[in-house]
């Protein structure tokens, strides 16, 4: 394992080194909330980051595990193609915005619209998550082992949202949708590749109730 000291070489030569990395295990210490660490990762790296990150943390990951040992800003794993990464603490505002890909992991709270764009990626709260969550949300799972806030899945196209706590409101175009084997099969392999310790049949699931695919004046007010 390399350690990376991000006080004493800098954000720059820490993602250089990452990105270029010819070593597949890597430790970043002295994070010290700054931003943008260990984005555009490529290829069979873990890379632990010991501390709180800023901002888009492990942005555009391709393959690569991260692990952030706690808390995280606005926009860990936006834009993520595929990999994994965990986040011991909290995350801020749009986690995992616009994901194609991956399984990202929060053992605590999300704030506000986690989850908003995703396009494929799986994600998984061990706690709750803020207001807009799900907001546009095209394709994945997201799954919410605590409560979720008001507004749950806006707009929502294809993607699934499991709830295993209360929802203040739902959002336009979003309803309840029936819980089948599938479905709880798909939930189950979710929770334990993320180690939730959580029964997938004590979870809701949530869909588009598709009236908004197709412009029509009496759903005007509904976008």
């Keep these: 394992m390399t350690t990376l000291?991000?006080?004493?070489?800098?954000?720059?030569?820490?993602?250089?080194?990452?990105?270029?990395?010819?070593?597949?295990?890597?430790?970043?210490?002295?994070?010290?909330?700054?931003?943008?660490?260990?984005?555009?990762?490529?290829g069979n790296?873990?890379?632990?980051?010991?501390?709180h990150a800023g901002f888009y943390c492990a942005g555009m990951n391709k393959d690569a595990t991260v692990t952030v040992q706690g808390h995280v800003g606005v926009g860990v794993a936006e834009n993520m193609?595929?990999?994994?990464?965990?986040?011991?603490?909290n995350a801020s505002q749009s986690a995992g915005a616009t994901a194609h890909g991956g399984l990202l992991i929060i053992e605590g709270d999300a704030s506000s619209r986690c989850g908003i764009s995703m396009k494929g990626v799986d994600i998984v709260v061990g706690g709750s998550v803020g207001?807009?969550?799900?907001?546009?949300a095209q394709a994945g799972?997201?799954?919410?082992?605590?409560?979720a806030g008001e507004a749950l899945g806006d707009s929502i196209y294809e993607a699934n949202i499991?709830?295993?706590?209360?929802?203040?409101?739902?959002?336009?175009?979003?309803?309840?949708?029936?819980?089948?084997?599938?479905?709880?099969?798909?939930?189950s392999k979710l929770l334990k590749s993320a180690?939730?310790?959580?029964?997938?049949g004590s979870f809701k699931r949530y869909g588009s109730a598709r009236t908004l695919y197709n412009f029509h004046p009496d759903n005007a007010g509904d976008y």
């Design 5 to 42: 000291d991000l006080q004493t070489i800098g954000l720059r030569e820490v993602n250089t080194t990452l990105q270029s990395a010819e070593l597949n295990r890597y430790t970043i210490t002295n994070p010290m909330g700054g931003h943008a660490i260990a984005c555009g990762l490529q």
């Design 45 to 51: 790296l873990d890379v632990t980051i010991e501390g």
């Design 81 to 89: 193609m595929s990999g994994t990464v965990r986040v011991t603490g």
């Design 131 to 136: 207001h807009m969550s799900g907001f546009m």
């Design 141 to 147: 799972n997201l799954v919410i082992c605590g409560d």
């Design 162 to 187: 499991y709830v295993r706590g209360s929802v203040e409101s739902l959002g336009a175009d979003c309803e309840e949708k029936t819980m089948d084997a599938e479905h709880l099969d798909a939930l």
């Design 195 to 200: 180690n939730m310790d959580a029964d997938a």
